[in-house]
């Protein structure tokens, strides 16, 4: 039991690195970068537009017909 759990303590190390060089093998260094920062703003957007949404959509058509 003790064998087996020395053996595997190794192979779990390696898989929590990996996942990174995973990520960074398949979209780069720029790709993370964009999807980093597409969700930042995205976010905000969310958060910014929910708290308002019918205000400034009311506000935007508003505009549009006058």
Not at 24 to 40: A, E, L, P, S
Request: proline share 2%; no cysteine.
């Amino acid at each position: 039991m003790e064998n087996k759990k020395t053996i595997d303590e190794p192979a779990l190390e390696e898989k929590k690195g990996s996942r990174w060089k995973r990520l960074v093998k398949k979209f780069g260094i720029g790709g993370i970068i964009f999807f980093t920062v597409k969700g930042i703003i995205s976010s905000t957007l969310i958060y910014f537009l929910g708290k308002n949404a019918w205000s400034i959509i009311a506000g935007y058509l508003t505009g549009i017909f006058d």
